[in-house]
């Protein structure tokens, strides 16, 4: 029977229900014997590896003109018709194989994760399910909409972020306010929305038996290594360990620049006055160089990339309408990654695609196992692959390499990345904090001019070297602008916690840069086989969030910066 499914998604993009139907019907309804167990698990592999594509496909279209009617119409229908019916099915057969006393090796971790998520199911969450994607998609075609006149010119806020890079102080004052006074116009708009996020989330987690949306939330997302105590304290050791170096970072930077204090529109300039980095003007010469970097990694990642250049997995370029921000998806029937991304001819292009090609490396890496329920890998490892990949390819970003720079903007480029990365760690304690504080005073929190001084407090709590004097209300709203704060709860500390593990192995990568490529290739092949601290310690890194290893990979990090500067 199973020899009649379509080998990629593309088949089934229109597909009602009553299709994939039969097919579960036919896994549900087996016997399941010691004997037969590879064989049922194939089968499985074969129909959710169709069903994700689908998904990812319908959605991936949602994304790259949010503004097409009719594609959204067609995700939506995906996510009524068949979304609750195979998420139900799913569940009878992870009930099924977890009554099973034989299963193949490489399955305990597997096996565990299936477990929470069988514990988790409520056929009554279902259709809120299918109401919370349906407010993400709302969400991206608010942002996704903003444009302002610029030079005469309709650009979408991405779009101005070239100007945030020019040397003329008051240029980019203008942009700045330009950008912020729009974004602030959908205010309310959002925070309508947010109230809708809020009780949806409630209610799923009062469906499960959860007290809170925090604990249904942990245990959705498979996190069992660390608690939200844990995240709290993690929080406290970046106020401790990097927001003084931090703070060194930029006290540096406002002398350098000559000025009295550090405005938000003073954090993307070059602080010694030099023009700013132009790696690409079209997404052509970044793909073509990017290619040329991955091969002098490692030659395999090299030709993963090529892969997805010539199957045209990569939608690199800002456009109006586009969804905001990046992203690595799969497309697991076919087994490809896809790679989205809102480029505009900045160095922080080059950053975005290095991360993503981590993940899409990844991807490639994990596709090999043979069956769909190992390939699943947490988050704060699977960031690692995309952090990790970002130093990484330091060393290749010379033109000499076939990279984008001179070796003195190489340098210069390497120092703005190291700098960007102990800055993100106390950018990444806010955004955590905050997501804590909503979930531990949900009522509050349906208050959006309560998110606000929530947010606020939380920034003044960690980020100290901005003034944002007479700009109060545009710093207490940067919550309304943090895509994950309100499609993916909770997300955001995995990038932390990554960014610790990717340090490591860059340190590693200083000592023996091919010794460590390999030790994080190997991490990447055993997917989600292996718990998160296995799968960082196969790849040469200690899963830590105490302030010493914070620490110590900071110091680390402000050495290189030392040493690169006289160089750039």
Not at 249 to 264: K, V
Not at 384 to 408: C, D, H, R
Request: with cysteine.
């Amino acid at each position: 029977m199973f020899d009649s499914l379509p080998q990629n998604a593309t088949a089934t993009l229109d597909w009602s229900w009553d299709r994939f139907a039969r097919y579960y019907a036919n896994l549900v309804e087996r016997t399941l014997t010691e004997d037969n167990v590879e064989a049922f698990l194939a089968d499985w592999t074969r129909l959710a590896e169709l069903v994700d594509e689908t998904h990812s496909r319908l959605y991936v279209a949602t994304t790259q003109n949010t503004a097409d009617k009719e594609a959204e119409a067609r995700f939506h229908r995906y996510l009524d018709e068949i979304f609750p019916h195979a998420k139900q099915a799913e569940q009878q057969l992870k009930t099924k194989l977890l009554e099973q006393a034989r299963v193949p090796p490489g399955f305990k971790i597997p096996l565990r994760k299936m477990r929470s998520q069988a514990e988790l199911f409520r056929e009554e969450n279902l259709p809120l399910l299918t109401d919370e994607e349906k407010l993400c998609n709302e969400y991206d075609r608010i942002i996704g909409g903003q444009t302002v006149e610029w030079e005469g010119k309709e650009v979408t806020i991405p779009q101005l972020r070239p100007v945030f890079q020019q040397l003329d102080r008051g240029m980019r004052e203008n942009a700045w306010r330009l950008a912020l006074q729009r974004q602030l116009r959908d205010w309310e708009s959002i925070g309508d929305l947010w109230k809708k996020f809020l009780g949806l989330r409630s209610t799923i987690a009062a469906n499960a038996d959860f007290p809170d949306y925090r604990s249904f939330r942990w245990k959705d997302m498979l996190r069992f290594d660390y608690t939200p105590d844990d995240c709290k304290a993690f929080h406290q050791a970046i106020q401790e360990a990097i927001v003084p170096i931090a703070e060194r970072i930029c006290e540096r930077r406002r002398r350098q620049m000559g000025i009295d204090s550090l405005r938000p529109w003073d954090m993307d300039v070059d602080p010694l006055g030099r023009p700013p980095l132009r790696p690409f003007k079209e997404a052509d010469e970044l793909k073509a160089r990017s290619s040329a970097i991955f091969h002098q990694v490692l030659p395999e990642f090299g030709d993963y990339f090529d892969v997805m250049l010539n199957e045209g997995l990569l939608d690199l370029q800002n456009r109006k309408n586009k969804a905001p921000g990046g992203y690595c998806t799969h497309f697991a029937a076919a087994k490809r990654p896809f790679i989205f991304m809102n480029a505009v001819g900045i160095h922080d292009d080059v950053q975005t695609l290095l991360h993503e090609s981590g993940h899409a490396f990844h991807d490639f890496e994990v596709s090999r196992l043979p069956y769909y329920q190992q390939r699943a890998v947490g988050m704060e490892f699977a960031e690692v692959a995309s952090m990790a990949m970002e130093l990484l390819a330091g060393p290749y970003l010379s033109k000499g390499q076939g990279g984008f720079y001179s070796e003195a903007d190489t340098a210069r480029a390497l120092v703005d990345h190291l700098e960007k990365s102990i800055l993100f760690w106390p950018y990444m304690a806010v955004v955590d904090a905050f997501q804590h504080w909503v979930y531990e005073n949900p009522h509050e929190a349906q208050d959006p001019a309560k998110c606000d001084a929530a947010f606020a407090a939380a920034w003044n709590r960690f980020i100290t070297w901005i003034d944002w004097s007479g700009l109060e209300k545009e710093q207490a709203t940067g919550w309304q602008r943090k895509l994950h704060i309100h499609t993916v709860p909770f997300y955001y500390v995995e990038y932390g916690l990554a960014q610790l593990g990717a340090v490591q192995i860059w340190g590693n990568s200083l000592e023996d840069q091919r010794a460590a490529v390999e030790a994080y290739r190997q991490a990447l092949a055993k997917g989600g086989t292996l718990p998160i601290p296995q799968l960082f310690a196969t790849a040469g890194a200690k899963f830590a969030l105490d302030a010493a290893t914070l620490r110590t990979a900071a110091d680390l990090m402000e050495a290189q910066i030392n040493e690169l500067s006289s160089s750039s």
